[in-house]
């Protein structure tokens, strides 16, 4: 196996975006930052990471063909926090992004890419440390970065870092529909918002849909997933920018039968209950004039 990783030169990895399917503010730390209750999945949107190898001075560069990426980006934060945990470089290594995820969309991407340096570097250095310590490794790079190294459907404390793999029996793909509006949200603000609006907290109703929701993916009951999908971000934000109300009921009206915004936005998100169903949407919402992405959790 060593030999084997010796003479690859190139790796080539899908880097997967997420969607909250849940997502609740329920305290805040006396350090300002937020505790969430959250239900994450990964989803087959994804950008693309191509690895090379770079013997000439043993450097990890961040390549961005989109070039949108700014110097201190967390591909390059993840490779430096990697490093400080071995203490060598084996090899320099070359990252070329292909960004197709959008930046600020609630979709975790840049954290996606985080994470996948962490498991190339990871598997390319022999260096053989475990999920656990990657995903310690990956806490002290951003909030949402844990979640990447396992991926699937976890739920997720904290502010992001405690994560827990959901034990799924039935497992079934979500069928959805993302469009991103050309709205960004920047995500201090939208905790500000609730903040203001004093929506911090948890009610008794929504403790009960996050157990829902929890179970509806541990048996496949994608109405049961449906009916408790959750988003506490959306009281706020859709009073501030009425767009996203609009882009719910188109979502809704092309057959979809939940639609919902991830993360602090801005991407909204229709799931259907086939992919049949998703055709009919994908058309309707066409003719609307909506940039849309297809995807479906893995």
Excluded: C
Aim: cysteine-free; aromatic content about 12%.
């Amino acid at each position: 196996m060593n030999s084997f990783k010796n003479i690859v030169e190139t790796i080539i990895v899908n880097s997967y975006a997420k969607v909250n399917f849940f997502l609740n503010v329920i305290d805040t730390y006396k350090n300002s930052y937020h505790k969430i209750k959250s239900v994450f999945g990964e989803i087959n949107f994804s950008d693309i990471i191509t690895a090379k190898k770079n013997f000439s001075d043993n450097e990890i560069r961040v390549f961005d063909k989109s070039n949108t990426l700014p110097k201190d980006n967390l591909l390059v934060r993840a490779a430096n926090k990697f490093i400080e945990n071995i203490k060598k470089v084996p090899f320099g290594v070359d990252f070329y992004l292909k960004k197709n995820i959008p930046i600020g969309g609630g979709l975790g991407g840049g954290s996606s890419n985080a994470g996948s340096v962490l498991k190339i570097l990871n598997w390319w250095w022999s260096t053989n440390f475990k999920e656990d310590k990657l995903e310690k490794i990956a806490a002290e790079i951003g909030s949402d970065v844990p979640f990447f190294i396992k991926g699937g459907i976890q739920t997720v404390f904290g502010v992001g870092n405690i994560t827990k793999r959901i034990k799924i029996k039935n497992k079934i793909d979500i069928p959805m529909i993302l469009i991103v509006p050309e709205i960004k949200i920047s995500t201090p603000d939208a905790y500000k918002m609730l903040d203001e609006a004093m929506l911090v907290g948890e009610t008794k109703k929504e403790a009960m849909m996050f157990k829902n929701i929890v179970n509806g993916f541990i048996d496949g009951d994608i109405k049961l997933i449906a009916h408790n999908i959750y988003n506490k971000f959306e009281s706020v934000i859709f009073k501030k920018y009425p767009e996203f109300n609009n882009i719910k009921e188109d979502i809704i009206n092309s057959g979809a039968i939940q639609s919902f915004m991830s993360g602090s936005g801005s991407t909204m998100v229709g799931i259907y209950e086939s992919f049949l169903h998703l055709n009919k949407g994908y058309y309707y919402l066409k003719e609307k004039g909506y940039n849309l992405f297809i995807a479906k959790t893995i």
